[in-house]
C-alpha cells in the first residue's frame, strides 16, 4: 500500500512541474509543433489521448529542465521519429529543396517577371501611362 | 423513386455527352437545349436522393448507411450530399447547373465560342456523370433493407457544416466552368478583352461560395472540434487553399486581360489551373492518401479514377495551351513600374504560395514513397508561406494607385513612411502597455495599413468623399476585399501571438486560474439530446465584477457509436474565452475532469475580415450583372482601342 502511495505521488509530481510564464509560452510553442503518436494528424497540445498527455508532461518537465527548442525536439526525434516533428529537420539534400523551393521560386520568379517587363516596356513606341477606373474630376 | 433518379441521371449523362458533341461542332442553340435538358435531368435525379433521405427509405444503400430516423430532418437532408456518393452527386449537379447558366447568361456575340464553352462543358459534365453512374452510384438498394440506418458521422450534424459543402462545392466546380471558356478561347485562339470580360464574371461567381464555403469551414472546425483554432494546416485544407490561391491569382490577372490585353497566356494558364487544382483537392481528401483529421469518405479505387480523370482533363488542357499559346496576342508595351508590372508581382506571389503549400502537402507523401516516414505542418508553412504572403502584403498599398502601362514611384515613398510610423508606434506600445512581441506588433500595424490604404484609394477613386457611392461596383468590391484583408491579418497575427491555451484538470467544487480568469467546476450533469447523451459541465468563469457560466459537453452518438466535443465559448468583447471538455479520470479515488481551456482575443475580426472579402466579391457580382446592359451600348463607343 505504502509503495502504491509512493507510485501515486510520484505520477502526481511528474504533473506538477510549475514553469514560468516565460518557459510556459515556450512549452506551449513546442507542443504545437509535435505530432501525437496515436493520433490523425494533430500536434500534442490538441490531443486528448493519453500518450499525448504523457509527451505533453514530458515536454513541460525538460523545459523546467533548462533544455533548448532544440533539445526538446531533438529527444523527441529519438524516441519516436522524425514522423512526431511537423517542423522537418533539414538533413539531405530533399530537406533543402523543401524549405528553399518556396524561395528559389519567388526569386527566379521574379526575375523572370523583371526580364519579361523590361521586354514588354522596349518595344519601340512610347508608353503612355493610363489611369486605372475613377470617377472624372468635375 | 430512386430508380426514377437512377434513370434519370443516365439521361443527363446522354444529355451532357449530346451537349459536348454538338457544342464542339459549333452549333450553340443545340449545346444550349441539350445542357438545360441534363440540368433538368440532374435535379430530378437529385431530388430524388433527397427525397429518400428525408423519408429514411432504408431500402436505397446510401441511406441506411448515412441517415437515421432519430436525426433532424434538416440533418436528414444535409445527408444527402454528408458522404461520397450523395458529395459526387452534388457535384455533377452544380457542374451542369453552371453549364445551364451559361447557356442562358452567356452572350459574348460570338456564337462559336459559346457553342464551344458549352461543349466543353458538357464533356467535362459527362466525364463526372460517367464517374457518378459507374464508380459511386448513389441509387444502389439493398435486397434486405434494415429496420435502422448506420447514421451521419455526428460531427457534420451541424448548420454550418451542412452548409459548407455546397459552397465549396459552387467554388471548385464553379472553376470548371471558367475551364470550359479556357478551353473554348484556346480552341479559338481567342484570349482577348472580350473573353476575359466575361470569363471574369464566371470567375467571380465561383470565388465568392469558395471563400464563403472555407470561410463556414474553418468556423465549424473552431467551435466544433475543440481545438481553439481556426487553420491547421491539415492537407484537407489544404486542398481547398490551393484553388482559392490560384482564383485569387486568376482574379487579378483577369483584370490586366481585360483591361489591357495582356497577360493572355498567363490567364487561359490560371484558368486551367483553378480547376485541376480543384480536382486534386478532391482526389487529395477522397482518395485516403494523406493522413487528416477531417478525412471523410475515403476509398483508394475511387481515388484512382480521379487521378485518372485529372491526368486526362489536365494533360488535353495543357497540350490544347501548349499548341495555342504562341497565337495568343498581348497588349499595349508596359513598363516594369506601372500596373502590369504590379498585378504580376501579385500573380507570382500567389503561384508561389500556392506551389508551397503544394510542396508542403505532398512531400511527406513523396518522401514515404522512399521509406522515409516524416510530417510537415504549421511550422513549415508558416516560415514558407507567410513571408512569402507578407511581400504581396506589403506590396499592395505602395502599388495599388499606379497606372496601366507607366507609372510613379514617388507616392510609395509616403505609404512605406506610414507603415514605418505606425509600426514604431505598436513597437513603442508593445514594450509598454500591450506587451506583444515585436512580430506581432508588425503585423497590426501592417493590417490597419491595409485597411487605411483601401479607404483612401477608395477615397481618390471618387476624388471627393461624397461621390463614394457613384464608383463603379467592381472598385467598391475591390477596395471591400482588401480592406477585409488588412481586418483578416489585424485579427490573424493577433489570435495567434496572443492566444493562450492550457489543460485543467478539475473536480466538483475546484478552481483554477486561466488568462486572468479564475475558472470552476460546479456541477457535472448527464442530458439527454434527439439522438445523443452528454456529459455538460457548469464551468463559472469571471474576472473582476463578470461572472458567466460555460456548459461544455462531450456528446456520445449511440447511432454512430462516436463522441463529440460541444465546446462553450463566451465572446469578451475582445476575444473569445473558450472551453471544451475532455476526458473523465479517477485520481486516488476521486472523479476529475479535463478541460481543454482557451483565450483567443479578437477572433471575429479575423472571420469578419474574410465575411468582408467575400461580401465585396457579391457586391462585384451584383454590381457587373447591373452595368452589363449599360456595358453593351457603351462597349460600341469606347470599342477596345488595342485591337
Known amino acids: ?47 486528448a489521448s493519453d500518450i499525448a498527455t504523457n509527451m505533453r508532461e514530458r515536454v513541460r518537465r525538460m523545459v523546467a529542465d533548462g533544455a533548448s527548442d532544440a533539445e526538446v525536439r531533438a529527444w523527441f526525434a529519438e524516441r519516436y521519429g522524425e514522423f512526431v516533428l511537423f517542423r522537418p529537420e533539414v538533413k539531405g539534400p530533399a530537406d533543402w529543396l523543401l524549405w528553399g523551393a518556396p524561395f528559389a521560386l519567388l526569386v527566379t520568379g521574379g526575375l523572370a517577371a523583371f526580364l519579361i517587363a523590361r521586354a514588354r516596356s522596349t518595344q519601340g513606341e512610347p508608353v503612355e501611362p493610363v489611369e486605372p477606373e475613377a470617377l472624372q474630376d468635375e | 423513386m430512386t430508380e426514377l433518379g437512377h434513370f434519370a441521371a443516365f439521361l443527363a449523362l446522354a444529355f451532357a455527352l449530346a451537349s459536348g458533341v454538338s457544342g464542339l461542332s459549333g452549333r450553340r442553340e443545340a449545346a444550349a437545349s441539350f445542357i438545360l435538358g441534363s440540368c433538368a435531368a440532374m435535379s430530378l435525379a437529385f431530388l430524388t436522393l433527397v427525397y429518400a433521405f428525408a423519408r429514411s427509405d432504408f431500402s436505397v444503400a446510401l441511406v441506411a448507411n448515412h441517415s437515421h430516423t432519430l436525426k433532424p430532418m434538416i440533418y436528414k437532408l444535409a445527408g444527402t450530399w454528408g458522404n461520397h456518393e450523395g458529395s459526387m452527386a452534388l457535384w455533377c449537379l452544380v457542374m451542369v447547373g453552371f453549364g445551364a447558366a451559361g447557356a442562358v447568361r452567356l452572350r459574348t456575340g460570338r456564337a462559336a465560342f459559346e457553342a464551344r464553352a458549352l461543349g466543353v462543358q458538357g464533356l467535362l459534365a459527362a466525364g463526372s456523370l460517367a464517374y457518378l453512374l459507374f464508380a459511386s452510384s448513389p441509387f444502389t438498394r439493398l435486397a434486405d433493407p434494415p429496420l435502422q440506418g448506420a447514421s451521419l458521422n455526428p460531427l457534420l450534424q451541424d448548420p454550418a457544416l451542412a452548409l459548407h459543402p455546397p459552397m465549396l462545392y459552387l467554388g471548385y466546380v464553379g472553376y470548371s466552368f471558367v ?62 487553399l490551393m484553388p482559392w490561391l ?75 495551351f501548349a499548341w495555342q499559346a504562341p497565337r495568343l496576342k498581348g497588349g499595349p508595351p508596359w513598363q516594369a513600374i506601372s500596373r502590369e508590372g504590379a498585378l504580376m508581382g501579385n500573380n507570382l506571389v500567389f503561384t508561389v504560395a500556392t506551389a508551397t503549400v503544394l510542396l508542403g502537402t505532398l512531400f511527406p507523401l513523396i518522401a514515404e514513397g522512399f521509406g522515409r516516414q516524416m510530417s510537415v505542418g504549421e511550422p513549415y508553412f508558416q516560415l514558407t508561406f507567410t513571408p512569402i504572403m507578407l511581400a504581396a502584403l506589403i506590396a499592395l498599398p505602395l502599388v495599388q494607385a499606379w497606372a496601366w502601362g507607366r507609372a510613379r514611384l514617388d507616392g510609395a515613398w509616403k505609404w512605406l513612411a506610414g507603415l514605418a510610423v505606425l509600426t514604431g508606434l505598436f513597437w513603442l506600445l508593445g514594450i509598454g502597455p500591450l506587451d506583444i512581441p515585436l512580430g506581432a506588433g508588425f503585423g497590426v500595424a501592417l493590417g490597419l495599413w491595409l485597411v487605411a490604404s483601401s479607404l483612401v484609394e477608395l477615397k481618390r477613386r471618387a476624388i471627393r468623399l461624397e461621390r463614394i457611392f457613384r464608383l463603379p461596383a467592381r472598385v467598391w468590391g475591390m477596395s471591400l476585399a482588401h480592406l477585409g484583408l488588412g481586418l483578416f491579418v489585424i485579427g490573424a497575427v493577433v489570435e495567434t501571438s496572443q492566444r493562450y491555451e492550457t489543460t485543467l484538470d478539475l473536480a466538483i467544487g475546484e478552481q483554477a486560474q486561466v488568462a486572468g480568469w479564475s475558472v470552476s467546476l460546479e456541477d457535472m450533469r448527464l442530458i439527454e439530446g434527439p439522438n445523443w447523451e452528454a456529459q455538460r459541465a457548469d464551468l463559472v468563469i469571471s474576472r473582476g465584477d463578470s461572472q458567466v457560466t460555460l456548459q461544455p459537453e462531450k456528446r456520445f452518438y449511440p447511432a454512430a457509436r462516436m463522441p463529440t466535443t460541444e465546446t462553450a465559448i463566451h465572446k469578451t ?33 479575423l472571420f469578419a475580415g474574410v465575411i468582408v472579402m467575400t461580401l465585396g466579391g457579391l457586391v462585384a457580382v451584383a454590381g457587373r450583372r447591373r452595368r452589363k446592359a449599360v456595358a453593351d451600348e457603351t462597349s460600341k463607343a469606347a470599342a477596345l482601342p488595342a485591337e
Not at chain 1, 509535435?34 to 494533430?42: D, G, K, L, S, T
Not at chain 2, 485520481?587 to 471575429?604: H, Q, S
Open chain 1, 1 to 47: 500500500m505504502k509503495a502504491l502511495i509512493a507510485s501515486l505521488f510520484l505520477v502526481l509530481m511528474a504533473d506538477g512541474v510549475t514553469l514560468t510564464d516565460q518557459e510556459e509560452a515556450r512549452a506551449q510553442a513546442l507542443m504545437r509543433e509535435i505530432r501525437c503518436v496515436a493520433c490523425e494528424n494533430e500536434p500534442i497540445s490538441q490531443s
Open chain 2, 573 to 605: 468583447g475582445t476575444g473569445d474565452f473558450y472551453a471544451a471538455l475532455g476526458d473523465r479520470r479517477r485520481v486516488d479515488g476521486e472523479l476529475r475532469w479535463t478541460f481543454r481551456a482557451y483565450y483567443n482575443p479578437m477572433i471575429d475580426m
Open chain 2, 246 to 320: 490560384i482564383g485569387a491569382a486568376l482574379m487579378h490577372s483577369l483584370i490586366v486581360t481585360e483591361k489591357r490585353g495582356s497577360f493572355a497566356v498567363w490567364t487561359a494558364l490560371l484558368a486551367v489551373l483553378a480547376f485541376l487544382f480543384s480536382i486534386l483537392g478532391a482526389f487529395l481528401v477522397r482518395s485516403g492518401i494523406l493522413t487528416s483529421v477531417h478525412a471523410f469518405a475515403v476509398d483508394p479505387t475511387r481515388g484512382l479514377v480521379l487521378l485518372i480523370g485529372l491526368l486526362v482533363y489536365g494533360g488535353a488542357a495543357l497540350a490544347l
Open chain 2, 179 to 240: 475551364f470550359a471558356l479556357a478551353a473554348a478561347g484556346l480552341i479559338e485562339g481567342r484570349i482577348d478583352r472580350t473573353w476575359a470580360r466575361s470569363a471574369r464574371n464566371w470567375a467571380m461567381a465561383a470565388f465568392v461560395p469558395l471563400t464563403a464555403g472555407i470561410l463556414l469551414g474553418s468556423i465549424w472546425a473552431y467551435y466544433e472540434l475543440g481545438w481553439g483554432g481556426w487553420w491547421f494546416w491539415d492537407p484537407v485544407e489544404n486542398a481547398s
